[in-house]
């Protein structure tokens, strides 16, 4: 598993998201309150962009008429059929054992770390003081 470079930490702002493409796969990074959270840009019903979908949070029921509203902005709903996913595991809401999204490890690394190997970003121009997305993949 190698490290790529995929972003300027200030170039995706809480509640953005950003498409990337990392060895030929599509990937979607989101800022999530501060964390950035990375998925591969493909439904796993029918194929659909996830990155085009709907940021909305979770709506818990625990009967009739009651219903409770939390994790705002972590959920994202594609765009095609609806189906939701959880952005910090990449399961499905409706069914996690066996419906899920791939989904990566990414971290913040300054510039002055990114020169360190194993990183890889000769696609990506940083400098020292900067601060950079890094994806696992
Ligand atoms: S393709 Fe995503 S819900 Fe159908």
């Avoid at 990392?22 to 990375?38: E, H, Q, S, T, W």
């Avoid at 066996?98 to 121009?125: C, D, M």
Wanted: glycine share 10%.
């Amino acid at each position: 598993m190698s490290r790529y470079v995929v972003a300027r930490s200030d170039e995706i702002q809480a509640g953005q998201r950003k498409l990337v493409t990392v060895r030929g796969k599509p990937i979607v990074i989101f800022n999530v309150n501060g964390d950035y959270l990375a998925i591969l840009d493909r439904c796993p019903h029918q194929g659909g962009s996830l990155c085009k979908g709907k940021l909305v949070g979770l709506v818990e029921s625990d009967g009739p008429g009651r219903y409770r509203y939390s994790r705002k902005g972590e959920i994202i709903r594609c765009p095609w059929h609806g189906w939701e996913f959880d952005l910090r595991t990449g399961k499905s809401y409706c069914d996690p054992a066996r419906t899920w999204v791939k989904s990566y490890s990414a971290s913040i690394e300054t510039g002055s770390k990114l020169v360190q190997r194993p990183f890889v970003a000769e696609t990506f121009k940083v400098i020292e003081k900067g601060e950079y997305i890094v994806v696992e993949v």
